[in-house]
């Protein structure tokens, strides 16, 4: 990449943008827009100034800088970056499939089969992360969006705004990401890359059983059994889940972040191999 085009001035006079908004976050929205000249479709994040901080746009900046280090199938690209004195303009690929999470939500739990094709990419997308030194921090279903409608679609990894480069002989500090994901390590401030595979650990176990495995009433209850680490697999809903998926989600969500499964281990695990192999019918 390297070309990503940087620009002072309304987008607006480049892009039509289309309502409703696609979603929202923090400090704006994300549209669906269409390049005047080429008549493509493409996801514009509007990042309002007026509410934001100087560490919030030095956020900003770091999350754009990340997103031209990456070009990765399983990565949404980035196009162009604009500003105007009121926003921030985010020009990424579009996502027209949706979020991982109304999916989770719609089909309750995925068959092994899927959980894996998805899996796979997520873990795909963070081992080309982790190689380069870049730790995402907010892996959950609401950041991990399909390129379309279809059962098969691509996955891609969104929202770089937690994202960090990081250097491997130092850990991490800051306290960031969502509570039923969180790492426990994260909670208490000294962490490495490897919170990122808890994340995505948490999200397999949502994905084959369809309920969090850290729960509680509100954030502070959800963080503190977080902090215990404790999870259980619940008969009704296990009881026809392979051992090697519950092999597979015990080494990712592993308290202790040195025995816990690296991205690329965790993706040549036999059960993501023998899952992704099979076709659906055949389970
Ligand atoms: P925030 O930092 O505010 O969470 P995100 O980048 O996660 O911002 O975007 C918020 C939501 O907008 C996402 O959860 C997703 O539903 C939608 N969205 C973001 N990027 C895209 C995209 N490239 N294509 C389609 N939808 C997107
Ligand atoms: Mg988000």
Known sequence: QGFVTEKKGKITADYNLIQPCLGKGAFGEVYRGIQKVTNQVRAIK????????????????????????????????????????????????????????????????????????????????????????????????????????????????????????????????????????????????????????????VILYIMLCGAPPFNGDDDYQIMESVRKGVFKFKEQEWKKISNEAKDLVMKMIEKDTKKRISAKDAMNHPWIQTYCQKKEEDL
């Not at 199938?73 to 027209?96: K, P």
């Not at 959950?140 to 691509?154: F, H, R, V």
């Not at 509570?179 to 962490?191: C, G, T």
């Open 46 to 201: 509007l990042i309002r100034k007026k509410l934001m901080t100087e560490e919030d746009c030095q956020m900003l900046t770091r999350e754009v800088d990340i997103l031209k280090q990456l070009d990765h199938l399983n990565i949404i690209s980035i196009y162009e970056f604009y500003q105007d004195s009121e926003y921030f303009y985010i020009v990424t690929e579009l996502c027209q499939g949706g979020e991982l999470f109304d999916r989770i939500v719609q089909e309750k739990n995925f068959s092994e089969k899927k959980a894996a094709d998805v899996m796979k990419q997520v873990l795909s997308a963070v081992t080309y992360c982790h190689e380069k030194n870049i730790v995402h921090r907010d892996l959950k279903p609401e950041n991990i969006l399909y390129e379309t409608n279809n059962t098969d679609s691509l996955i891609k990894i969104a929202d770089f705004g937690t994202s960090q480069k990081f250097n491997p002989d130092k850990k991490m500090d800051q306290r960031v990401g969502t509570p039923y994901y969180i790492a426990p390590e994260v909670l208490d401030r000294k962490y490495n890359e490897k919170c990122d595979i808890w994340s995505c650990g």
